[in-house]
């Protein structure tokens, strides 16, 4: 296996015993993105220079015998809504393509700390708003097994870099499945905490409510140690939850015996692609073999959840992006004659269709004589769903489901036809609704394209999630699976 393909945890045990240079673990990564990177473009800023000026002191700290943390010299990236000081942060925006933060995000200090190697920023679909990449304002990024098919969205730049290797992790936002989503369609692990477990202050908010930064990797355990880095309370984000982090890594011990693990029913519907449930109800047949109790529950209020989510989060957009008005800082319209014009003109001309859209529909559900019809319907809809959880998790420790109703879906197929796009987030949106920790996992393949498996787990028990999809993965080889792009005979290009 190619040195760009290792796990977090095998670079860790290769540095520690002086097996290999950072500066080469580095260099692997900067060569893989030189070969790929012009068919994948997952990245809108690559910080090559930076990145090997960091390995070289590192290396040099290593050679003085100095004791490095968890990431030390691990080459990563995040999505481009996450703001670095110096460094540009657009939302694959045009309204933000000058903007340069003057600091840095609470995950990327927690990151610096560690002392991991930041490479550059990942494409997205614009402000977080989409399933596909494809609402970038600069370029579309694709899916690393076939390049005809989208990654998934929002942060499928960071689903594709983990997954074509050019990154060892990437960390990305869920507001409604943008992590799992797309780990799904790209074959990686995508974990989204609880609610409040990650700090969100320095990520440029969508819905604020619903946003949750989490790391994309190539298996759980990887996940494991990034969650550990960047989780822990924040007093700069009052969302921030004031609890102690456990350690993570030490639940995974591969022994399942006795959890109790719900199927929800209602995560079966007709849109569900038949082979992603027949690979997905084998991962259950699986877990069970391996000593889980598992059977059918019920989450009645799970098909009202997709509905409530999209007038409860455009509205949260319509208010966060008023902020963007060409007066403080980003893309101003040239020409304009007095204050309003120049509002709608940079509004106009910065924001992309699928934003507009957004916004549109949220100011018109908090509008006068709508709120109550529709924002605050929602609000009560989005308890239901939580309340719903609530019954289940006294029953069950986990529940199953798949992540997405297909597998990754062509290029350009549903960019114009927004429902058929907010469908991809079908299974991925009650945990955002809810707050709650999920993970997805490959499985398996249908047409030749990964499948992911979702595990949903009670508020901050990060810890039995972590544990499950450990248990399960280990006693597979999906995750050891790698796309054949940049091979030779490569028939994705």
Known sequence: MELYYYTINELQNKIRNKEISITEITQSV???????????KAYLTLMQDQGLKKAKELDDQLMNGEDLPALAGIPMAVKDNMCIEGVKTTCASKILDNFIPPYNATVIEKLAGQKAILLGKLNMDEY???????????????????????????????????????AFFALGSDTGGSIRQPASF??????????????????????????????????????????????????LDSTSAKLPVPDY????????????????????????????????????????????????????????ALTSYYIIAPAEASA??????????????????????????????GFGPEVKRRIMLGTYVLSSGYYDAY??????????????????????????????????????????????MYLADLFTIPANMAGLPAISVPCGFSEGLPVGLQLTCKAFDEETLLKTAYAYEQNNEWYKQRPSIGKSGDNNV
């Open 30 to 40: 900067l060569d893989r993105i030189s070969e790929v990177e012009s068919k994948v």
């Open 128 to 166: 977080a708003m989409g399933s596909s990449t494809e609402n970038s304002s600069f370029f579309k990024t694709a899916n690393p097994w076939d390049l005809t098919k989208v990654p998934g969205g929002s942060s499928g730049g960071s689903a594709a870099a983990v997954s074509a290797g050019e």
């Open 186 to 235: 790209c074959g990686v692990v995508g974990l989204k905490p609880t609610y409040g477990r990650v700090s969100r202050y320095g990520l440029v908010a969508y819905a604020s409510s619903l946003d949750q930064i989490g790391p994309f990797t190539r298996d759980v355990t990887d996940a494991a140690i990034v969650l550990q880095a960047i989780a822990g309370h924040d007093s």
């Open 249 to 304: 890594r030490s639940s995974l011990t591969g022994d399942i015996k006795g959890i109790r693990i719900g199927i929800a029913r209602e995560y079966f519907p007709e849109e569900l692609n038949p082979q992603v449930k027949e690979v997905v109800l084998k991962a259950a047949e699986q877990l069970e073999s391996m000593g889980a109790h598992v059977e059918e529950c019920s989450m009645p209020h799970t098909e009202h």
């Open 320 to 349: 966060n992006l008023a902020r963007f008005d060409g007066v403080r800082y980003g893309y101003r319209s040239p020409g304009s004659k007095d204050l309003m014009s120049m509002y709608m003109a940079t509004r106009q001309e």
């Open 375 to 420: 924002y605050l319907r929602a609000l009560k809809v989005r308890t239901l769903v939580k309340n719903d959880f609530d019954a289940a998790f006294k029953k069950y420790d986990c529940i199953l489901t798949p992540t997405s109703p297909t597998v990754a879906f062509d290029i350009g197929e549903r960019i114009d036809d927004p429902i058929s």
